[in-house]
């Protein structure tokens, strides 16, 4: 028969004690495990104290804190810059934007232009009527389009009423070479239709729409009947007088006379998708698309980056169009860049477009007859 061997007595011993040493590790790692979550959280409190001490107490973290605001307020989401500066700051901020973007607008713009002579020496190589250039800078990515000839452009409208329309679709509906957003619209709650333009259009020298209400002028921005660009501060006597062509209105106005009008970054209205279009003394003209929003490609840029770009390439006079989601440029029926909407490209009022033969073009009006108290921004077709 055989017998079990008892255990040696060190083994019983290292039995008999294992409960308790386990039960001490387990002591341990809890006390290990708070111990780090309270040093954890007391780093963060840290943290946070400072950064917050940093941001509103310091000329640099003010800087920034406004930089953040004035993003915001270029967003659906305006309301949530009171939560970084406050309502009353918000509202004195926006206010003060719009009597400076206002002001941009007044001096007498004195600049002329000069279109190359038509007829093109065996030596010249004749210029596409549109150039595109890719460009980018700190945070941004986006494209600059030359029309050679500004003679070319119309103003896009939509085909039917009730709605906006792609630029996209214009583009290919009327047989156009290129096209941009052009003027803003009243977007309720950031889901407008695209059919209620803000202040007036103009289209081939008629006024296509009138918004204006009791305001005797507007900022606009647009074309004369030589191709001469005309932004800033306008009547619509103004406007008749001096033939313009194509406009919708628009501000501000970024360049007059070939000097910039914003002096520095903290001025350029937050970090946002731009448009923007501007002329070279030659009557080439340019447009500034730069995309925005989308971290991994392109932020977006201010108002001061856009006009150094303009200044840059030559520009004499230059002036913002309705950016954010509405920026769009398109080619050959393509859309070049990349619009931020999470929705795609958006339904607008209005378009510049570049014809090879502007003079076969139709724009019939939509809005004609139309009382624009009547229109309801937000309703869907």
Known sequence: MEHTPLPKRSTVRQQNKTPSVKHKNRKKRKKGFGWFVSRLTLTLLIVFIL?????????????????????????????????????????RRVAEYNKRFESMGEEKDTHQIKLPASEQTSSEAKKPLVEIEEISGKGYHGYVMTVNDPTKIRLGVPQARGKGEKVSSMVKRTGAIAGVNAGG??????KGNGFKPIGIVISQGKLYYNGLGNSSSTQVVGIDKTGKMIAGNYSLKELSKMGVQEAVTFQPRIIVNGKGLIKNASEGWGIAPRTAMGQRADGAILFVVIDGRQPSYSIGANLYDVQQIMLKHGAVIAANLDGGSSTVLVKDNQIVNKPSSEYGERYLPTAFLVFDHPEDVKMPNIWAGLNPNDIDPGKKK
Do not use: C, M, V
Not at 57 to 81: C, K, M, V, W
Not at 185 to 190: E, T
């Open 51 to 91: 950064g917050a001490g940093w941001l509103f107490l310091t000329p640099s973290g003010n800087e920034y804190r406004f930089l953040a605001a004035d993003t915001l307020i270029t967003t659906q989401h305006r309301y949530l810059a009171k939560y970084i500066i406050g309502q009353a700051e918000l509202d």
């Open 185 to 190: 619209f009243a977007d309720p709650n950031w």
